[in-house]
């Protein structure tokens, strides 16, 4: 069975359970899951596996409105620092901003793979892990 590697990126501490509890549920593959509070912990984690690329992840879910680090300043720092991960992995925001300046700032950044607006259910992450399996078997 293939197995993938997630980074979920959220300061809510509900949203971190669920959101996890949703990953591990999927069916398809085996998942191994790390969570960070915020874009600094994720950040300072990818800084410390930079040298083992094996060990970045297949999927990251990330929120933008959190403190010390938004997702937006994490993005920046993984595409300025030349990440090559990113070009690879699927990403995904997960926020619960609707508003047209952070949806369609995704436009900015070629290699995210979309954006999800908050409250999002088990179904929703599943077909974000099924865009990222069939994204790896290409």
């Known amino acids: 069975m293939k197995s993938i590697?997630?980074?979920?990126?959220?300061?809510?501490?509900?949203?971190?359970?669920?959101y996890s509890n949703f990953?591990?549920?999927?069916?398809s593959c085996t998942i191994e899951i790390e969570t960070f509070e915020n874009g600094l912990?994720?950040?300072e984690h990818f800084n410390s596996i930079k040298d083992r690329p094996s060990l970045f992840p297949d999927l990251l879910l990330l929120d933008l409105?959190?403190?010390?680090?938004?997702?937006?300043?994490?993005?920046?720092?993984?595409a300025v620092n030349q990440f090559d991960f990113i070009y690879k992995s699927t990403i995904y925001i997960i926020s619960s901003s609707s508003i047209s300046l952070d949806t369609n700032k995704i436009y900015d950044y070629?290699?995210?793979?979309?954006?999800m607006i908050k409250p999002i259910n088990r179904q929703d992450i599943h077909?974000?892990?099924?865009?990222?399996?069939?994204?790896?078997?290409?």
């Open 65 to 78: 409105n959190m403190p010390i680090m938004n997702g937006w300043e994490l993005v920046e720092n993984l």
């Open 41 to 43: 912990e994720a950040w």
């Open 110 to 115: 070629e290699f995210l793979d979309g954006y």
């Open 23 to 27: 990953i591990k549920s999927y069916p």
């Open 5 to 18: 590697r997630v980074t979920l990126v959220e300061d809510n501490i509900l949203h971190r359970f669920l």
């Open 127 to 138: 077909k974000i892990l099924d865009h990222t399996l069939g994204k790896n078997n290409n």
